[in-house]
């Protein structure tokens, strides 16, 4: 069967150097901006300070909204629409890991709808177009700058909730892997199996067919590559650094054409409840989705193991070692009620799982957390 189904809008530029090399493409978006980013690591990447050069240089007038921090609320990101609009702006940049990045997506939408309340966007219906948004990624993980997705917190419930669609695109994402040099061990370790999640997740979707199959591959085995090399508490080389970037840009764009499964709704159930960290989140639950792999879907297990040179044991003990967290003790009763969000309406991430995902087998896979 023919099959080249592809809709990937974002113009990506990438290399050392990419915001000044291509600072001409920030004058096609306007000449005012919001930057939408948290309160250091883009400072300290270099990230920050190379993109107001640039839009200085282009006579582009910004403001800096700090405001976004780890698992963006919605709230912030309303506030920070209100103040692009305010401003006059034409776009918005978001610079930083996925946090800054999703909510970016989340401002340009408030930013042109000025009656949204925060709690409207997921509906997802308004009047305007959202204001044409530019990235600058400075973490290996989420894959943010070419996917069609926004992750944000609900203040009211403290829970993730997505949205996503084609006005949640990029116009433009500057990929320049120098930014994620200075990023430290514990993050570097987190976003990396973020995107090895992102993946692995992805190549078991009925989906992942064609050319999604190529975007997903090449993140395997990049990633994996890297992954199984890391070593204690000891920064890759930035080398490396460029190859877990250009991975996770290859998971990116995997899961933006096939989605993730349930390893991410479950991770979100560690990351609200017991502060673990996105990436570690997901991966906690990477060796019970191999073996639901290896039960449902064992010609791609093959073709898995084939890409990464490793089994399925080797990759689940890198990734129980590498999360490296104290023992999380889920009981029976809290599986339960974690479960109940997806008791009612059963998750696309669930319908994507290698034999389908059931609440009642989420709960499970819960209790049986670190068993």
């Given at each position: ?45 270099g990230a920050l300070g190379d993109l107001e ?159 999604n199959k190529l975007y997903a591959s090449a ?80 010609e791609k297990s093959r073709e898995m193991r ?66």
């Open positions: 069967m023919f099959d080249f189904d592809i809709f990937m809008p974002v113009r990506v530029v990438s290399g050392n150097n990419a915001i000044f090399n291509n600072s001409a493409l920030l004058k096609t978006l306007g000449t005012k901006a919001l930057i939408v980013t948290g309160a250091a690591s883009a400072r300290k990447s050069t640039a839009l200085s240089k282009e006579g582009i007038d910004y403001r800096v909204f700090d405001g976004i921090g780890q698992n963006p609320l919605i709230s912030s990101c309303h506030a920070a629409g209100e103040q692009a609009r305010s401003m006059g702006a034409d776009f918005i940049i978001g610079v930083g890991g996925g946090s800054p990045l999703d909510a970016a997506k989340a401002v340009a939408i408030y930013a042109a709808n000025k009656d949204l309340t925060p709690e409207d966007i997921y509906r997802r219906v308004y009047n305007n177009e959202p204001l044409p948004v530019a990235l600058v990624g400075t973490t290996a993980g989420t894959g943010s700058e070419v996917t069609a997705v926004s992750v944000l917190t609900v203040d009211s419930t403290g829970r993730k909730k997505s949205i996503s669609g084609p006005d949640c695109y990029a116009e433009i994402a500057f990929a320049d892997p120098e930014y994620t040099y200075s990023v430290p061990y514990d993050i570097t370790v987190s976003t990396a199996l973020d995107a090895f999640c992102h993946a692995a997740e992805a190549w078991f979707t009925p989906q992942c067919t064609g050319v993140g395997l085995k990049i990633l994996w590559e890297e992954i199984k090399a890391f070593e204690k508490d000891t920064l890759p080389s930035d080398a490396a650094r460029d190859n877990l970037y250009a991975g996770s840009l290859y998971a990116g764009l995997a899961i933006n054409l096939c989605g993730t499964a349930f390893p991410h709704p479950l991770g979100y159930v560690l990351t609200e409840n017991y502060g673990v960290p996105h990436g570690k989140a997901c991966a906690m639950f990477l060796p019970a989705f191999l073996e639901r792999a290896r039960r449902f879907e064992k084939d890409i990464t040179g490793s089994d399925f044991e080797e990759v689940s003990a890198a990734a129980i070692e590498l999360t490296a967290l104290p023992d999380i003790r889920i009981s029976a009763n809290e599986a339960k009620e974690y479960a109940q969000r997806w008791a009612e309406q059963v998750p696309k991430n669930f319908v994507n799982s290698p034999g389908g995902m059931t609440a009642e087998e989420a709960q499970v896979i819960l209790e049986q957390l670190n068993r």
